[in-house]
T-cell receptor, first 113, second 113 residues
Framework: GAGVSQSPSNKVTEKGKDVELRCDPISGHTALYWYRQSLGQGLEFLIYFQGNSAPDKSGLPSDRFSAERTGGSVSTLTIQRTQQEDSAVYLC???????????FGQGTRLTVV | QKEVEQNSGPLSVPEGAIASLNCTYSDRGSQSFFWYRQYSGKSPELIMFIYSNGDKEDGRFTAQLNKASQYVSLLIRDSQPSDSATYLCAVNGNSGGYQKVTFGTGTKLQVIP
């Protein structure tokens, strides 16, 4: 497709389970961001990948959160031992490079029950 | 000081009026500035970008940049109820040693019919 694709669109999981969220960037985009947005709140930065450089992990809230980006393309955000406070919309955004705009996917709504 | 600051609002304006949204940023070396619109339950979408000091107009929208004062603003002329949304300011600059896009928390705009 032409846009940033995220899957799944919705995920309901039980507390304590692990989840994986996927982001397929626009072809050729080297910059990739993950954000979390709780209901009625602003974007919370999680992690940033730029090309083959070491990622900026400064926004990850705990060691239960991790992300990887294979081959500079698809990215997976993993949350281990999910907690109810992890419930939010997880947004991925990608861009051509460091100084350009970012385009958002439709998000994954995660609900931990 | 936050890297990108916006008044959270809500900013209420009557239909047909000019809505003025403001944003300040901390990295004096920032080069690229973006405005995104986010409707409730949707992902942010890019509506304007500006790189040079001064004004940039696109239809009813005008972005204004003043690098000396480190602020960027968005004016919406002839505001419509359909403009009711949260507007996010984003700045590409140095954050924690990484050159990346950083978002403000957004200003909620309400256009009253």
């Amino acid at each position: 497709g032409a846009g940033v694709s995220q899957s799944p669109s919705n995920k309901v999981t039980e507390k304590g389970k692990d989840v994986e969220l996927r982001c397929d960037p626009i072809s050729g985009h080297t910059a990739l961001y993950w954000y979390r947005q709780s209901l009625g709140q602003g974007l919370e930065f999680l992690i940033y990948f730029q090309g083959n450089s070491a990622p900026d992990k400064s926004g990850l809230p705990s060691d239960r959160f991790s992300a990887e980006r294979t081959g500079g393309s698809v990215s997976t955000l993993t949350i281990q031992r999910t907690q109810q406070e992890d419930s939010a919309v997880y947004l991925c955004a990608t861009g051509w490079g460091m100084n350009t705009e970012a385009f958002f996917g439709q998000g994954t709504r995660l609900t931990v029950v | 000081q936050k890297e990108v600051e916006q008044n959270s609002g809500p900013l209420s304006v009557p239909e047909g009026a000019i809505a003025s949204l403001n944003c300040t940023y901390s990295d004096r070396g920032s080069q690229s500035f973006f405005w995104y619109r986010q409707y409730s339950g949707k992902s942010p979408e890019l509506i304007m970008f500006i790189y040079s000091n001064g004004d940039k107009e696109d239809g009813r929208f005008t972005a204004q940049l003043n690098k000396a004062s480190q602020y960027v603003s968005l004016l919406i002329r002839d505001s419509q109820p359909s403009d009711s949304a949260t507007y996010l300011c984003a700045v590409n600059g140095n954050s924690g040693g990484y050159q990346k896009v950083t978002f403000g928390t957004g200003t909620k705009l309400q256009v009253i019919p």
